[in-house]
């Protein structure tokens, strides 16, 4: 009985032209967002490879050089393209996609999309996960508002009662005839975003996708379970889409934008001039690698020439000044790594208000999810800057001990081979795997499932009511 009342819901929505051609508008849509975001990736990565070939070139072509000048001369690290960024593009658009590695700072990530756009671009752009999230749902409240309220105001559903239907069967026979549409059209959807990752990535890890798509079907069901539900529980369709229409407002825009507002008021980041200011504070506290006569350089002189039983610097099995680089180098290392640690201490701070606050919108765990199997969230941006940051403190380490094993006190004009420049190796960054990806979405998969039960919950409910 329940695919009976099903089938006649779907073969009323197929009738209704209505659905078909919103279906027909979602596929074009779709299909132009996906062609945009191959371009724009594909563009990207000609980009990426481009420079990061001719960074490692003007590397390895500097000659015979002074590595701490070669240190001070930099190189770039470059993030790579992720395949689901045509999926979901995430905040990339404001994180950067290089990051400047030279002596005795730590930079900050470069080239931000969203600073070469004009103003319009913070009306947003058509992407797949804009449709996925904002669009299908808005859809399912358009089909399902009126899906039992019209059975009421046409005095079917006493008829239909009358034949032995339970109410629990009807309710879930309409359930289910609004969501097989749905899930097909998503099909179609991640169909076209298989085809485009095919044609950038044939080595992608398909078990990402799969997940994606699962999450977006769940979302579906949960959007579909609450839109019936209230058709259930309203006396005419008006009434139950304007409550739907409330709810998609709130769950999809307020929400999240309440909780972008509050986190920031109530876990605020420091201003870049703080950041830096306290930064430069830590840093004046310890070894300048540059000042002899500071007074941590001071101290390190004297320890080092008790250790070696010296009483002079000249008498040392290695050049001081670049070891004094060296430790200055560790203690400024260690100085970004506290201040960096504090940033994302608050990140963390803020993440964990989002988790809080998405049990009251299905839309924030799925948006979180989607952007973290797609790596394109703050967290990947994160693990990226700190892998740069690694590379940063290890190509220092190669150079500063290259110059003091290899020269003397003073001997500024020593030159290194060119072999040396080899030695560093080209950065490298791996997304993490999908084991790892679910584990740090535990809590995201806990409130999803719990919106899920929710929804059975409410239609179980409503399903009481008719």
Not at 193 to 217: E, G, P, Q
Request: hydrophobic content about 45%; proline content about 3%; overall charge negative.
């Amino acid at each position: 009985m329940i695919f009976y009342i099903a089938k006649k819901e779907m073969k009323e929505i197929r009738r209704s032209k209505s659905f078909l051609w919103m279906a027909v508008i979602i596929v074009l849509m779709g299909g132009s967002s996906f062609f945009l975001s191959y371009n724009h990736y594909t563009d990207k990565e000609e980009q990426r490879e481009l420079a990061r070939v001719g960074e490692r070139e003007r590397w390895l072509g500097q000659g015979s050089k002074n590595p701490h000048s070669a240190a001070h001369y930099g190189t770039y690290a470059f993030k790579p393209n992720s395949a689901l960024s045509l999926v979901d593009p995430g905040v990339e658009k404001f994180t950067g996609v290089s990051v400047f590695l030279e002596s005795h700072a730590r930079n900050e990530a470069e080239q931000v999309a969203a600073a070469d756009q004009t103003g319009l671009s913070r009306f947003g752009d058509i992407t797949p996960d804009f449709i996925l999230l904002f669009i299908i749902p808005l859809i399912i409240i358009i089909m399902s508002h009126q899906t039992i309220t019209r059975e009421r105001q046409a005095q079917t559903l006493r008829l239909i009662k009358m034949q032995g239907v339970s109410n629990f069967q009807f309710i879930v026979g309409k359930w289910l005839g609004n969501y097989l549409p749905i899930v097909v059209l998503s099909t179609i959807i991640f169909v076209l975003a298989t085809l485009t990752i095919t044609l950038v990535n044939a080595t992608f890890d398909w078990s990402f996708i799969v997940a994606m798509a699962v999450i977006y079907l769940v979302y579906f069901a949960i959007i579909t379970s609450i839109s019936v539900s209230i058709s259930a529980l309203s006396k005419n369709s008006g009434i139950s889409l304007v409550v739907l229409l409330v709810f998609w407002i709130v769950s999809c825009l307020a929400i999240p934008k309440i909780a972008s507002s509050y986190t920031n008021g109530e876990y605020p980041y420091p201003s870049r001039q703080q950041f830096q200011n306290a930064v430069a504070e830590d840093k004046s506290k310890g070894i300048d690698g540059h000042d002899p006569w500071n007074e941590a350089s001071k101290k390190l002189e004297q320890e080092t020439l008790q250790t070696y039983q010296v009483s002079s610097l000249e008498e040392l099995p290695f050049n001081f000044d670049a070891y004094r680089m060296q430790k200055g180098e560790e203690h400024e290392a260690q100085v970004y790594y506290k201040h960096y640690e504090n940033l994302k201490a608050v990140y963390k701070q803020q993440s964990e208000v989002y988790r809080r606050l998405a049990v009251f919108s299905p839309f924030l765990p799925v948006r979180f999810m989607s952007m973290s199997l797609a790596h394109t969230d703050y967290s990947t941006h994160w693990n990226f800057t700190d892998e740069a940051e690694k590379h940063r403190i290890e190509m220092q380490r190669i150079l500063n001990t290259n110059f003091a094993e290899n020269s003397k006190l003073g001997e500024w004009s020593y030159r290194a081979d060119e072999s040396l420049l080899a030695e560093i190796p080209e950065f490298e960054f791996e997304f993490p795997g999908f084991s790892e990806t679910i584990q740090e979405n535990r809590s995201n998969i806990f409130v999803l499932a719990l919106w899920s039960m929710a929804s059975i919950g409410f239609l179980f409910i409503a399903s009481t009511r008719l």
